[in-house]
């Protein structure tokens, strides 16, 4: 367990559906990063939220949307999906960037 | 846009044998990072080197950042199958809450018993 909790696991959805996922960083830990993974990208970065407030966004489309609430814990919301967005998504946290602890990740399939 | 470019992409061998995969790029990091993958988890960071010229051992596993800071290497001696798995490297910059991490596609290993 690298103390970074991911839910859920997996998500089977239809196009056009809004999904959310969640994630709680490692105790003490400030910054939650949202990455996505496909075969042909592999990780690409979308968001990071420091104590709530956004501080870098990547490639992440105006159909996805995130936010870090007061208890740190972050949610992904991914909307009007389509069947590219069949990916895993994982969730990492970090103190001040001495590494990065990552989640299991959610693994989102759309059909 | 900082890439980091990972070689080779795949690599099967025989336990036992030894090699060397490689994180290149154009660009300059404050630190370089490393993490396995395995199927069905999440990478886990297995070092970061800071300084250029670095070279940090952690069991058979030998990591070098290069000296201008834009390169790094992860040597394995005598593989073992439970070396199997997504190497993937990341670049670090800037520090304090706004550090952030672009990684390369990874290696994927397969050690063969």
């Known amino acids: 367990d690298s103390g970074v909790t991911q839910t859920p696991k997996h998500l089977i959805t239809a196009t056009g559906q809004r999904v959310t996922l969640r994630c709680s960083p490692r105790s003490g830990d400030l910054s939650v990063y949202w990455y996505q993974q496909s075969l042909d990208q592999g990780l690409q970065f979308l968001i990071q939220?420091?104590?709530?407030?956004?501080?870098a966004k990547g490639n992440i489309l105006e159909r996805f949307s995130a936010q870090q609430f007061p208890d740190l814990h972050s949610e992904l919301n991914l909307s009007s999906l389509e069947l590219g967005d069949s990916a895993l998504y994982f969730c990492a946290s970090s103190v001040t960037g001495n590494g990065y602890t990552f989640g299991s990740g959610t693994r989102l399939t759309v059909v | 846009t900082q890439l980091l470019e990972q070689s080779p992409q795949f690599l099967s061998i025989q336990e036992g044998e030894n090699l060397t995969v490689y994180c290149n790029s154009s660009s300059v990091f404050s630190s370089l990072q490393w993490y396995r993958q395995e199927p069905g988890e999440g990478p886990v960071l297995l070092v970061t080197v800071v300084t250029g010229g670095e070279v940090k051992k952690l069991k058979r596993l030998t990591f070098q950042f290069g000296d201008a800071r834009k390169d790094s290497s992860l040597h394995i001696t005598a593989a073992q199958p439970g070396d199997t798995g997504l190497y993937l490297c990341a670049g670090g910059n800037s520090g304090g809450s706004n550090y952030k991490l672009t990684f390369g596609k990874g290696t994927l290993l397969t050690v063969n018993p």
């Open positions: 939220y420091y104590n709530g407030e956004e501080r």
